[in-house]
């Protein structure tokens, strides 16, 4: 039992996604998994899992973002959630409450059909997608996070001196394939000289203290608009000369 309930745990974080992904594989997927069994009935079983409801932070950012995007048609994404951010800060607890009732509301439903379609399932199908399921709610859960990231206007990492070389110089490459214009350009870059390769250097320092301000600023806002568990716990050192090679 205690299998079953770990695998319906993975099912449960899985959400419409998991359906989607698995819809149209036929009756095997392609994966590391590959020897596993997964029956016709898996995708159909799945079409209609629910999706977990957005928080209430999310729901009021995802509510807000077009309009405040048609007033200010030329802003940034991550300016608007930033400006969002500030207006959620403000926001009296009585409207705030609105929307944190609305995500208690919608999950529990998500509950409720989550326990409808456990019903539906036996153990012995359960436990033949086992590893299909644990793979499948691994890569979702990455995308998930990667989408939520961007839109909670998250900024970019910070370039180093090779990407800044290789942005630069991709379009004036000859060469037509791509492949080919990263070799040429690889080479390029072990044929610079310490001063020319120095220009690159200072700009992806320069890359880099821009991050970090943005960072700090975002970072901040996540802390008050309740996100916490978005702010990095250890930070990793970028090589001394700032630079990388494929």
């Not at 992904?21 to 209609?48: D, E, I, M, N, Q």
């Not at 409808?116 to 979702?140: A, G, W, Y």
């Not at 806002?221 to 970028?238: F, N, S, T």
Request: net charge positive; hydrophobic share 35%; charged share 35%.
């Amino acid at each position: 039992m205690a299998l079953l309930r770990s695998v319906w745990g993975v099912l449960s974080a899985l959400g419409r996604s998991g359906a989607e992904l698995c819809a149209g594989c036929g009756s095997r997927l392609r994966s590391p998994f590959s020897f596993v069994y997964v029956p016709k009935w898996f995708s159909s079983a799945l079409a209609s899992y629910p999706k977990k409801p957005l928080t209430s932070y999310l729901r009021f950012s995802k509510e807000q973002l077009p309009i405040y995007k048609a007033r200010n048609p030329d802003a940034k994404n991550k300016e608007l959630i930033k400006k969002i951010a500030e207006v959620w800060r403000e926001l009296p607890e009585s409207e705030k409450k609105i929307y944190e009732d609305a995500y208690r509301a919608d999950w529990q439903a998500y509950k409720e059909e989550v326990n409808r379609i456990q019903e539906q399932l036996t153990p012995s199908q359960m436990v033949s997608l086992e590893k299909e399921i644990i793979q499948k709610r691994l890569k979702k859960k990455s995308l998930i996070k990667k989408r939520e990231l961007t839109m909670l206007g998250k900024p970019k990492r910070p370039r180093s001196a090779y990407n800044i070389f290789v942005s630069e110089s991709f379009q004036e490459a000859k060469d037509s394939s791509s492949q080919a214009k990263l070799k040429s350009i690889n080479e390029n870059w072990k044929n610079l000289s310490n001063s020319e390769k120095q220009v690159y250097i200072q700009l992806a320092k320069d890359d880099k203290i821009h991050y970090d301000n943005e960072m700090k600023s975002w970072e901040e806002q996540m802390i008050e608009v309740g996100r916490p568990d978005l702010i990095r716990r250890h930070k990793k050192h970028p090589p001394k000369d700032g630079t990388e090679e494929f």
